[in-house]
């Protein structure tokens, strides 16, 4: 699935190379933990911006925290 990396410097010599096996492995690595922090609970709400909830906070400083309105 994957090609040989040759490394070199700036002078053009080759300091290292990384063969396709440890590619794969360092692939299959991340894969695994990228997949391990998705959620299944997302509720598909975004987050509001700082600025926005502070300037709405201040037009409208009587509604209580922790209320959501939908």
Do not use: A, C
């Amino acid at each position: 699935m994957f090609h040989d990396v040759r490394v070199f410097n700036p002078n053009g010599q080759l300091t290292h190379m990384i063969p396709s096996s440890e590619l794969s492995r360092m692939h299959w690595r991340k894969f695994e933990k990228m997949e391990d922090e998705i959620s299944l609970t997302h509720t598909g709400q975004m987050k509001v911006p700082g600025w926005v909830k502070r300037r709405l906070d201040l037009e409208f400083p009587d509604i209580p925290e922790g209320i959501q309105y939908y």
